[in-house]
């Protein structure tokens, strides 16, 4: 059977074991028999650099190399781990993607991306993200000291916290005009994207055509994941194992 798997969101830290486990079962019973998979974005829950060497890094990007000798993976830069480099998905036996990029889904072609530039409406984040993906803000960050960048994330991670907590969810949702105006760039009928952590299949309309918009689910009290046949298209939770 031809499938699909798409997954983002997930936010691994060494501090929850639970997430991890559930995704190295994943890893081990369900993607190798995928066609490919693809991981959009927020795969970490923070990313200092591929020379922060850890065993836990190391752990992750071992479970996916022992899947990508079989299954094509593929990644796409969420905000969480815009600074993850070749380096590091060498490791993990991954193909790090554009942005936004367009797959032939089973005769389908979707567009496939984190999610997060579809969020226009926060002003704020928007200005960061600009910054964030300039030639030269990454440049500077990695030439920084390991300390350094821990530093910076942590600090940069309190603050996000708070500035969620005063912003309306509409604000942290995608804005529908700039969804079918990057589809109809992309002459796509179907998108599929993460970071807003609200899993559901959207109905709209695109070039005056039916499409569909696919919001990927996060990791924090279940696996999420999306299986794609080419007779089905179906949003899932996996338990994690604490849960069963």
């Not at 997430?19 to 998979?37: H, K, M, N, S």
């Not at 990313?47 to 996916?64: K, Q, Y």
Request: aromatic share 10%.
């Amino acid at each position: 059977m031809s499938i699909t798997y798409f997954i983002a969101d997930l936010h691994l830290t060494a501090e929850r074991p639970d997430i991890t486990e559930c995704l190295f079962r994943f890893l081990a019973d369900e993607a190798p028999e995928a066609d490919a998979l693809y991981v959009l974005g927020d795969l970490f829950e923070v990313w200092i650099g591929d020379d922060n060497v850890t065993p836990f890094n190391e752990s992750v990007a071992s479970a996916f190399n022992a899947v990508s000798k079989t299954v094509p993976l593929y990644f796409i830069h969420g905000n969480r781990d815009f600074a993850i480099r070749k380096t590091w998905a060498d490791k993990a036996g991954m193909t790090i993607l554009s942005e936004q990029t367009v797959i032939d889904l089973y005769g389908t072609p979707t567009l496939v991306t984190h999610g997060d530039e579809l969020c226009t409406r926060d002003v704020a984040y928007q200005k960061f993200r600009k910054k964030s993906r300039s030639w030269w803000w990454p440049r500077l960050m990695l030439a920084m000291p390991l300390w350094f960048r821990r530093r910076v994330a942590e600090n940069g991670r309190k603050e996000s916290r708070e500035n969620q907590k005063h912003l309306r969810q509409e604000i942290m949702d995608v804005t529908p005009d700039e969804v079918i105006k990057v589809m109809a760039q992309h002459g796509v009928q179907q998108l599929i994207h993460g970071h807003t952590h609200r899993p559901a299949i959207h109905s709209l309309t695109v070039n005056d055509q039916p499409a569909k918009r696919i919001v990927l689910g996060d990791w924090y009290d279940q696996g999420s994941v999306l299986k794609v046949s080419p007779e089905n298209t179906d949003l899932q939770q996996r338990d994690f194992p604490t849960n069963q």
